[in-house]
């Protein structure tokens, strides 16, 4: 688990000629502990930059984010992407030990046993070209969980999956994630999703101000079919109804 | 819930048309497997007998029959020389290929990784690519005289633009994502490099050695004609010293077919070999 301070950060690209784009506008937040927060808004609005800023992918422009291990130290970190971004050369048991810092056999067994949680422990020696586009994402899911990382981010991780296998996946994922435990950062466009899957949503709105950040306490683990989550991700949508008269901000000149 | 059921439950295709239509899918492509095999017989039988046309014109002594270089070709294998001079042959090429990947390899990985070292190489490169292969023998025998170096030096230049060129186009098609991933979970420069990076290029690498081999061989006999101390093309030299044609020619139906085998055999399986994460290798027969 980790401590996540983001205060003040923002974010402007440059794009040539004396042009700039404002993606993310003085964001402040918190989070820490075992919390699955997730960050929704409409495309565009600047969640994946979020993310890759955090992950130290990409820099930012002002602002202050500060990544601590609850236990002290230098943040371990996982991410999930939106597609899978596997080594096609390496086997599915090559891509887990790729991000893995060591190389011994305490490690290789743990990556094994992510990848029996996602249900791949008989494809370990398999290329990704031999998988499905499903299982691959779960290669990814697996990969990241396996370097144990205290903070864990995905990125939209099943949107390019179909209804039935991403059902599947989040509720898989809700398991492992209340095994293992990690402070996620989970952003997805999708409020239904990110109600199922929350403690905690933050909402994106276009020009990457916070429009709110609503706290979601429901019993787990949750099922989609569940009455009171299909009630709250009703609530939770009418709330953002305003949301959707919203254009995405024009870059400012 | 009953609806569903009821689609599960529809009656199965017919069968008996299916059937028919396979069988005669697998007659068409029968017939069209042996009209294939036929057509390449009488290749071979229009060789043959163009052959022996031309030995009746021009005359035995000066184009031998293909049966007299047949027996010369059999000689040539049961003295041993064979096996000698055509490991000295292919040692020489590979050792070329060595040199060419050697320097090939980082020119090119300069260029595809950075456009100022493009913008340097880009065009002596090219250049380099463009020079016909008889000048690369000469100036390889210019400077290494009678030697086995030459024939060396003649296959790297042939090849080393070919390489730097490949593996530039590969640097330059890696992918992004992959970068990115492996940068988000730390991974160091040098773990990049041989994991996302080298994988990359493999394929293109071999798709340069692939084409340079076919002008690389020839590019090596040739030289070792003129410069060489052994080897198949010093072997051609000393038979058409002798003016022992059916030799000459027995020798170089035997590279011929030597370079083949190799070129079909052992570098496609090597390549399949190494690319065989690619689904579509998987399981290919060659
Ligand atoms: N490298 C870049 N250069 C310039 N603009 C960029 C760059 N990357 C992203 N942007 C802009 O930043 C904005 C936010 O992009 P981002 O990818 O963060 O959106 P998102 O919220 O993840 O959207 P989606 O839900 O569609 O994935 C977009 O308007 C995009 O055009
Ligand atoms: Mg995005």
């Known amino acids: ?253 | 819930m009953t609806d569903q059921m009821v689609v599960g439950a529809a009656p199965a295709a017919p069968t008996g048309p299916a059937d028919d239509r396979e069988a005669d899918a697998r007659r068409t492509a029968r017939f069209r497997r042996w009209r294939r095999n036929a057509l390449l017989a009488l290749g071979w039988v229009a060789i043959y007998l163009v052959w022996e046309f031309g030995s009746w014109w021009f005359g035995s002594r000066l184009l031998p029959r293909p049966h007299e270089v047949f027996a010369s070709a059999v000689e040539i294998v049961e003295s041993g020389n064979f096996v000698t001079d055509f490991s000295a042959s292919v040692l020489k090429t590979f050792a070329g290929f060595g040199v060419a990947a050697a320097v090939g390899a980082p020119i090119g990985y300069l260029m595809g990784r950075y456009n100022y070292w493009r913008a340097f190489f880009h065009d002596g490169v090219t250049i380099a690519g463009t020079i016909p292969a008889i000048v690369y023998a000469v100036m390889s025998l210019i400077v290494f005289g009678l030697s086995n170096f030459g024939p060396i030096l003649a296959v790297a230049l042939v090849s080393a633009p070919y390489v730097a060129l490949n593996v530039a186009e590969g640097i330059r098609g890696v992918d992004r994502q992959l970068i990115t991933m492996s940068e988000a979970f730390g991974r160091t420069p040098a773990q990049i490099r041989r994991q996302v990076l080298i994988p990359t290029i493999v394929p293109f690498v071999f798709a340069a050695i692939r084409m340079c081999f076919a002008v690389a061989w020839k590019v090596e006999a040739l030289t070792e004609v003129f410069g060489g101390r052994n080897g198949v093309g010093f072997q051609i030299r000393t038979e058409y010293q002798l003016y022992d044609i059916s030799a000459v020619l027995a020798w170089t139906v035997l590279f011929i077919a030597f370079m083949l085998v190799i070129e079909r055999l052992v570098l496609a399986k090597a390549e399949a070999r190494l690319l065989s994460w690619r689904p579509e290798e998987r399981g290919a027969a060659l």
């Open chain 1, 1 to 253: 688990m980790a401590v996540l301070t983001v205060q003040n950060l923002s974010k402007t690209f440059n794009l040539g000629t004396a042009r700039e784009s404002r993606v993310l506008d003085d964001i402040s937040f918190e989070v820490k502990g075992q919390t699955f927060v997730s960050i929704v808004g409409p495309s565009g609005c600047g969640k994946s930059t979020l993310l890759n800023i955090i992950s130290g992918v990409e820099e930012h422009t002002s602002g202050d984010i500060s990544l601590t291990s609850d236990a002290g130290g230098p943040a371990r970190m996982g991410y999930v992407f939106q597609d899978p971004r596997l080594l096609p050369w390496r086997s599915v048991m090559q891509n887990m030990m790729y991000v893995q810092d060591d190389q011994s056999p305490a490690t290789v067994s743990r990556a094994k046993e992510y990848l029996d949680m996602v249900g791949l422990a008989k494809n370990a020696d398999f290329f990704p070209g031999q998988l499905s586009g499903g299982m691959q994402q779960r290669v990814g899911i697996a990969r990241a969980f396996a370097v144990e990382p205290d903070l864990l981010l995905m990125d939209e991780p099943f949107s390019h999956l179909d209804a039935i296998t991403a059902r599947g996946l989040r509720e898989q994922l809700q398991d492992i994630w209340a095994q293992s435990k990690k402070t996620v950062v989970f952003v997805t466009h999708d409020v239904v999703e990110a109600v199922e899957l929350s403690d905690r949503i933050i909402v994106l709105q276009p020009g990457g101000l916070i429009y709110e950040d609503i706290t979601i306490d429901l019993p787990r683990p949750r099922r989609q079919t569940d009455k009171n989550v299909a009630t709250l991700q009703a609530e939770v949508l009418a709330r953002l109804e305003k949301l959707k008269a919203m254009s995405v901000a024009e870059p400012v000149a």
